[in-house]
């Protein structure tokens, strides 16, 4: 039986090796994504099913180039992960790298995401988004 803590560890090794797709085919097809950056971060958004996670996948992608991104602690209920890490990013708009804590949390139901809130240091991207 998978756990949570399987399905959001498969998805970050899906990230990890560049595999979109493997990553979205463990979320449900009507899943929730609310991800809160600063407000110029094109992937600061809430969005709802596969395809539109897809194109922020791709909004991330676009815009940032990530150097390093690191769960560094799960803490798992019965239905969802709440996962603790950190980043160090440079934005291509600017060429101004940051380096920050982010949590992320899953809900995960017969093995699929349902649900994801994300949240990054809104300073230190708002600062390396400013010109």
Do not use: K
């Not at 959001?8 to 809160?36: E, N």
């Not at 390093?68 to 019965?78: D, H, K, S, T, V």
């Amino acid at each position: 039986m998978t756990t949570p803590t399987d399905t959001v560890q498969s998805a970050y090794a899906a990230f990890g090796r560049g595999d979109i797709p493997a990553l979205l085919a463990l979320c449900s097809p009507d899943v929730r994504w609310q991800f809160v950056a600063d407000r110029g971060a094109p992937y600061n958004a809430t969005l709802a099913g596969r395809f539109q996670v897809g194109e922020w996948f791709a909004a991330v992608a676009a815009s940032d180039d990530i150097h390093a991104f690191e769960p560094r602690r799960m803490l798992a209920g019965a239905d969802h992960v709440t996962v603790i890490g950190h980043e160090r990013t440079t934005l291509r708009a600017t060429g101004r790298t940051f380096e920050c804590p982010w949590v992320h949390v899953f809900t995960v139901q017969d093995g699929v995401i349902t649900d994801f809130w994300g949240l990054i240091d809104t300073q230190a991207t708002g600062d390396a988004r400013a010109a």
